[in-house]
């Protein structure tokens, strides 16, 4: 969480009249838009209805063909598939969608999912050999194997044919493999470049099905596209918000056994699932299982057909993220320790012996988010070194990474987060040399996390109509947060903290007259040097599900005493 009371205002801009005016919509919603980069009626009835003319044609893929063609083989000849997915939410949503979509059309397909500390991340020739030896002849890679170019070269040598699906940045060169679903490869004729890693598997299964008439069959894996989809922040924009909205859909009307399980331990209201429900209870307990232990769990939750063997699944799940929010909270409490806070350098570099590699990428997170710099935390072992990096928006890392790429043994990533391997001899020169790039590149910028205000409005003038208002939206998350308000000059009356740590706040609002609910999750501490009256509040406008249909409550992101800031 960042440190709020550092935080930057920055209120966007209202819309030109004309814009205002042209749009068939309240003001609100039109100013919404407007901020959303929507500039045309055309855009926005698009935006806001979101529906099946966003799911684009899946042979707009160069070599989409290709690759159902392949599998088509494969299913009439009955030999061994491997999906090669990856231990995070959006690989084993991507692994079950391949493998289930297969096995329907009674393929022989099993998933292979790495071990994040043996193997790590993307193909590897020792499990492709093995794989050979087996009797597997072809590989279906999913959110990874763009990068993977001696790997496929190998492959081709050894008999196995690899259909690359993936959907992050390539290298200049492109592996050799049989087929590549990759709407980043440059060239790309694909109409939408966003897609996760389950997005771009979701459309070889969708293009396998409708090549056979049976397009209809494959809609109830959207459940499974949402779920990667929304933990891998990618832009909830243009077909994205299609799959995310008809697969949040199917998870409230028709959850899974898994989905059933983990809503009862973790207490998320089924029927009241939306994104934010993904990012902050299910993405983590999926992803906990490739921290701590093998992502396989994950994958048999999603794909679990009976209640029965899905709970000892979730149980577990639930225990191992309780253990990584714990040994999180330990890093990331070490970490800080080392910090010279008066003194901060450009980029943040932990580097440690003990970290476990699976919550590296957590630990850097939390560090960026609360000193608003780009973070490495580095796990040392005899001979080597893994470092998770996450940044912000003014610092590209997998840019800066690439400037050091003769000193890793393999790295990959996006703009705000990425990862590496180096031989431990290397690792003085690379943190010395990113040190130093970093102060450069971030020379003269400044150093605070900011909040993007969408509106500057009256506290008065919010109802319930104004939340359904909000509603059409939906679905947030990257790229189309939840709309932020600021409201000046009110009355804080009462407030206490709550929560097992005492970490959040619930505060009693007045403002004309009219009391307010607010609450403040994780921010007790930042907030509490300015719970005076009267103050000004950045926030998102919420239901309160506690108290009634018709109640509604302030998500409160920051404060501040009132004029002090924007």
Same mark, same amino acid.
């Given at each position: ?63 989409? +063909? ?18 090669? &997915? ?81 959907? $992050? ?9 049989? !087929? ?36 209809? +069959?494959?809609?109830? %894996?959207?459940?499974? *596209? ?17 799959? *995310? ?12 056994? &898994? ?41 048999? %939750? ?12 979730? %149980? ?13 909270? $330990? ?45 490495? *935390? ?21 840019? !800066? ?34 040190? !130093? ?130």
């Amino acid at each position: 969480m960042k440190i709020l009371a550092n935080c930057l205002w920055k209120l966007k801009p209202a819309p030109p009249e004309k814009t205002s005016q042209n749009f068939p919509y309240p003001p609100l919603i039109s100013r919404l838009l407007h901020n959303r980069g929507i500039e045309t009626v055309e855009e926005a009835e698009l935006f806001l209805s979101s529906d099946r003319r966003l799911n684009h044609n899946p042979f707009l893929f160069p070599d989409m +063909e290709k690759a159902v063609s392949r599998i088509y083989k494969a299913l009439l000849t009955g030999e061994k598939i491997v999906v090669y &997915g990856d231990f995070d939410a959006d690989g084993l949503t991507a692994t079950a969608v391949l493998t289930t979509g297969i096995a329907r059309l009674g393929g022989n397909v099993t998933p292979y999912i790495p071990h994040r500390v043996t193997e790590g991340y993307g193909l590897k020739i020792s499990a492709l050999e093995k794989h050979r030896t087996e009797g597997v002849s072809l590989i279906i890679s999913t959110d990874c194997g763009i990068t993977a170019i001696p790997e496929i070269k190998r492959a081709n040598k050894i008999g196995l044919d690899v259909i690359v699906t993936d959907h $992050h940045t390539p290298l200049d060169e492109l592996p050799p493999a049989y !087929a590549i679903i990759n709407p980043k490869v440059p060239g790309e004729t694909y109409p939408f470049k966003e897609l996760a890693g389950v997005g771009v598997a979701y459309k070889l299964i969708q293009a396998l099905y409708r090549n056979l008439g049976r397009e209809d +069959e494959t809609r109830d %894996l959207l459940d499974l *596209v949402a779920i990667g989809t929304i933990a891998d922040i990618v832009p909830i924009l243009n077909e994205n918000r299609y799959l *995310v909205k008809e697969g949040i859909k199917l998870l409230n009307a028709e959850p899974r056994p &898994g989905i059933i399980e983990m809503a009862q331990l973790s207490r998320l209201h089924l029927g009241e699932i939306e994104p934010e429900s993904i990012s902050w209870i299910m993405a983590p307990r999926l992803n906990a299982a490739g921290r701590l232990q093998h992502a396989l769990a994950g994958y048999k %939750l999603l794909t679990a057909t009976t209640i029965s063997d899905s709970q000892e699944l979730a %149980l577990w799940l639930e225990n191992k993220n309780t253990e990584r929010q714990q040994l999180t909270v $330990h890093f990331v409490e070490k970490a800080r320790a080392r910090l010279d806070t008066q003194f901060l350098p450009a980029l943040l570099i932990f580097i440690d012996a003990e970290c476990p590699q699976g919550i590296s990428g957590l630990v850097a997170g939390r560090l960026s988010d609360e000193y608003y710099r780009p973070s490495i *935390v580095i796990k040392t072992n005899a001979d080597s070194a893994t470092g998770s990096c996450r940044s912000i928006p003014d610092f590209n890392i997998i840019q !800066a990474l690439s400037r050091f790429a003769h000193l890793f043994s393999h790295f990959g990533g996006h703009a705000q987060a990425a990862g590496f391997t180096l031989p431990i001899e290397n690792l003085d020169a690379f943190a010395q040399g990113i040190s !130093a790039y970093a102060e450069e590149t971030l020379s003269g910028v400044e150093l605070k996390p900011f909040i993007d205000i969408d509106i500057d409005t009256d506290l008065s003038v919010l109802c319930p109509a104004t939340l359904r208002e909000l509603e059409r939206l939906a679905p947030f998350g990257e790229a189309n947060p939840k709309p932020v308000f600021l409201s000046r000059g009110l009355n804080i009356t009462d407030y206490r903290s709550m929560g097992s740590n005492n970490e959040h706040l619930k505060l009693r609002i007045k403002h004309k007259g009219r009391f307010w609910d607010g609450v403040a999750f994780r921010q007790a501490k930042e907030l509490n040097g300015f719970l005076q009256s009267p103050v000004d509040i950045v926030y998102n406008l919420e239901q309160d599900k506690w108290c009634g249909t018709d109640t509604l409550r302030l998500k409160i992101i920051d404060m501040s005493p009132a004029g002090t800031k924007i």
